[in-house]
């Protein structure tokens, strides 16, 4: 019975955060109403307080879970991979984030998705920073935050424009398309 229970509320707290997810895509977070999630999402309002106190309280597990989430991604792939394989950190993430593209899609309109790739740059920010200033033989510390902003804003406007469909392709198309750029700008440079 508890794994029941336990299979129940899980369910019900997916369905309150598409719900909220798909809200927050249609009207500003200040107008959505705990009201509007539990119509959206189809349950009851006692299901709704059994897991949430208030719209707020969502989004904070939400926000919570996704950070855990993709720190815990960024762990396993290795921060140091992020600057040397941008291309396959890119492709990594799309495959991440294909498990559930609609929901990520909506997260990612409403901004959330951006706020969260920012907070995942500065928690590995000085290691990046540190890794970049020695991997490329950085002159100074502005030439690698240079490096470091370049990098991580290219990778998540590919990675945003890839969910909202203005880039096209399959996360593996994506990462040997990127890859191919890589390599073409590095030759130009090094001619």
Known sequence: MAKAEYRSSIRSKNLIKKALAKLIHEKEFEKITVSDIIREADISRGTFYAHYSDVHAVIEQIESEEMKNLMDFVDRFGFERVVTEVDVFVENICIYLSRDVEYYRMIAQSNI?????????????????????????????DEAE??????????????????????????????????????????????
């Open 113 to 141: 998705l951006n706020n969260f790739i920012w907070r995942l740059v500065n928690v590995y920010y000085e290691n990046l920073l540190d890794y970049t200033m020695n991997r490329l033989d950085a002159k100074n510390r």
């Open 146 to 191: 240079l490096y470091i902003v370049y990098i991580t804003s290219g990778a998540k406007t590919i990675i945003l424009g890839w969910l909202n469909g203005e880039v096209k392709g399959t996360p593996r198309e994506i990462g040997e398309r990127l890859g191919k750029l890589i390599k073409l700008n590095q030759q130009y440079y090094m001619k």
